[in-house]
């Protein structure tokens, strides 16, 4: 609220982001609802460093939110941090070297990771390659999508444990 006071915004009421979502679904939805019958929709946010469940109920002009449930260390950099161990063991194993030791490295590794979890969220497989990551050695290497839920499997057990905590 002080923000839109500065701002010189005049700020009526402020909502959450997982309301907003209902509320845009309710919009959206509004010729497909029932005024009799309740309609329950779960929105999960899966975001780069936090996770947001949210049970809505929906009727015809009516909205009320269930539940709100949140995991503040859970999201995207979880999946980046396990396929960079994963490719920085790989890279140690064919020369020898440690990317942890070079922080320019581990930066372009990270950037070269967000681009291929991007790259397999619609194809079966990617290719990530990174010339001269560390002293002029460059990493390949091709992905499928299977290998990376095989490796995700921590993660989506994280996930599927913030869904129930937000059921009960």
Not at 35 to 54: E, L, M, N, P
Not at 59 to 79: D, T, V, W, Y
Not at 142 to 161: A, H, Y
């Amino acid at each position: 609220m002080d923000a839109a006071e500065i701002a010189g915004i005049k700020c009526l009421r402020l909502i959450n982001e997982s309301t907003a979502i209902a509320l845009t679904y309710e919009y959206q939805k509004k010729n497909e609802l029932s005024a009799g019958k309740q309609r329950i929709v779960a929105f999960i946010d899966f975001g780069h460093s936090k996770t947001c469940i949210t049970f809505a109920s929906f009727m015809q002009g009516r909205i009320k939110i269930l539940r709100q449930h949140s995991e503040r260390n859970l999201g995207a950099r979880n999946i980046d941090f396990l396929l960079f161990q994963t490719f920085l063991q790989e890279f140690k194993k064919k020369f020898g070297l440690d990317l942890n030791d070079n922080f320019r490295a581990r930066l372009k590794m990270l950037d070269a990771i967000e681009k291929l979890r991007k790259l397999l969220t619609a194809n079966k497989e990617a290719d990530i390659e990174v010339e001269a990551l560390m002293e002029d050695e460059d990493f390949r290497r091709t992905l499928t999508r299977d290998e990376l839920e095989k490796l995700l499997e921590p993660v989506i057990g994280s996930l599927q444990g913030a869904i129930m905590q937000a059921v009960k």
